[in-house]
């Protein structure tokens, strides 16, 4: 059974930190890109940052860069988010998700997804 199992999420200052991870089993990991993702209240999900467990290559949203860092653990079959500076806006239900690698777009068309957690961002 695919699973993909989201923590950390939580209740953060603005300006503050927070490291997701993403635990993944189910499936051979190395196969696979895995992303992050979020939805806020009345929005359209939007992809966040992904890796490529092939290569290692990433992507980042415009809106995230230089606050975010995505990496993989390939060992532990574990993909972490280290988000710092984080904002309001920030604030959404963050899901993990893998797709097959390799892949043109690292984020398009994920095959398996986690159910989320929650971050909150206060002012």
């Known amino acids: 059974e695919v699973q993909l199992v989201e923590s950390g999420g939580g209740l953060v200052q603005a300006g503050g930190s927070l490291r997701l991870s993403c635990a993944a089993s189910g499936f051979t990991f190395d196969d696979y890109a895995i992303g992050w993702f979020r939805q806020a209240p009345g929005k359209d999900r939007e992809g966040v940052s992904c890796?490529?467990?092939?290569?290692?290559?990433?992507y980042y949203a415009d809106s995230v860069k230089g606050r975010f860092t995505i990496s993989s653990d390939n060992a532990k079959n574990t993909v972490y988010l280290q988000m710092n500076s984080l904002k309001p806006e920030d604030t959404a239900v963050y899901y993990c998700a893998a797709g097959g690698d390799p892949r043109e777009r690292l984020c398009d068309g994920m095959d398996y997804w986690g159910k989320g957690t929650l971050v909150t961002v206060s002012s």
């Open positions: 890796i490529s467990s092939t290569d290692g290559s990433t």
